[in-house]
């Protein structure tokens, strides 16, 4: 077993253009285990030379296509990418710290999509999750000046084919960052006296609506009934909420979404 520093050291050694065989001798550990740590199951791509072969976009690599698709329904719901230097630049993911489950989840999914080290900063309320590569702005093109829904933001075709074929991730993103499962009680007067009666349902509330799109594309594909409606907020902008109420609609949600937790 090596510890989680030394496979991060390696990845990060790979990432600067190190050799396997320098890193192996570096860090004590074999071949073989950097290049499983780097794959895990996934087939070696053919250019082991290139340094970003994890970039989809740039080079042959390719992401965990769940995590990616979960990683970026959180990137269009809470994310935004800066510049650090030298052509770094940082993935952010802001998590409310009422929700710690899923700022561990989106520190695992980060290092999945690539190998790189995922740091917390604290804000108030909130935590910041973020990475840094040189590639962010390759696997999320939809950065770009000004706020989300001020600009086009529209999936290139190997993205939608890794939502289309990982929706509930990519739904599960956008409900963790922009949504939340609600439950309302409500209280009827049946043959037997008063009765307590459980309505739970998700929202999800956007700026964009092509965000709101893509989410109602997704509920579509999996055959979940949803609602919309457009709360006016003048004279900024108006917000696009989507609501899942439906009993089945619901429970096919819970099935991989659930409550924040
Ligand atoms: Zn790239």
Same mark, same amino acid.
């Given at each position: ?61 390719? =992401? +965990?296509?769940?995590?990616? #698709?979960?990683?970026? /329904? &959180?990137?269009?719901? $809470? *994310?935004?990418?800066?510049?650090? !230097? ?76 890794? =939502? +289309?074929?990982?929706?509930? #991730?990519?739904?599960? /993103? &956008?409900?963790?960052? $922009? *949504?939340?499962?609600?439950?309302? !009680? ?76």
């Amino acid at each position: 077993m090596h510890s989680r520093e030394i496979v991060d050291e390696t990845l990060r050694l790979k990432a600067l253009g190190m050799t396997d065989h320098a890193i192996a001798a570096q860090c004590s550990v074999s071949v073989q285990a950097l290049r499983h740590w780097r794959y895990g199951t996934r087939r070696a791509p053919h250019t082991t030379a290139d340094r970003s072969f994890y970039c989809p976009v740039c080079a042959n690599g390719d =992401v +965990d296509p769940a995590a990616y #698709s979960y990683l970026l /329904g &959180l990137y269009l719901g $809470d *994310g935004y990418i800066g510049h650090i !230097r030298n052509g770094v630049d940082y993935l952010s993911i802001a998590c409310s710290d009422t929700w710690p489950g899923l700022i561990e989840e989106c520190a695992e999914a980060i290092p999945k999509v690539f190998p790189v080290k995922v740091f917390r900063v604290r804000r108030k309320g909130c935590t910041e999750v973020k990475g840094a590569s040189k590639h962010w702005r390759c696997v999320f093109p939809q950065n770009g000046r000004g706020m989300k829904h001020s600009r086009p933001i529209v999936l290139d075709p190997w993205q939608q084919q890794i =939502v +289309d074929d990982h929706t509930p #991730s990519f739904v599960r /993103g &956008l409900i963790h960052s $922009d *949504g939340c499962r609600v439950s309302n !009680r409500v209280r009827k007067k049946t043959g037997e006296g008063w009765k307590y009666y459980e309505y739970p349902r998700y929202f999800f509330s956007n700026t964009s609506q092509e965000i709101s799109d893509l989410l109602t594309n997704g509920l579509d594909r999996l055959g979940i009934a949803w609602k919309r409606r457009v709360e006016e907020k003048p004279p900024h902008h108006d917000a696009f909420i989507v609501s899942v109420a439906q009993k089945a609609a619901v429970a096919r949600m819970d099935e991989f979404v659930g409550p924040k937790y």
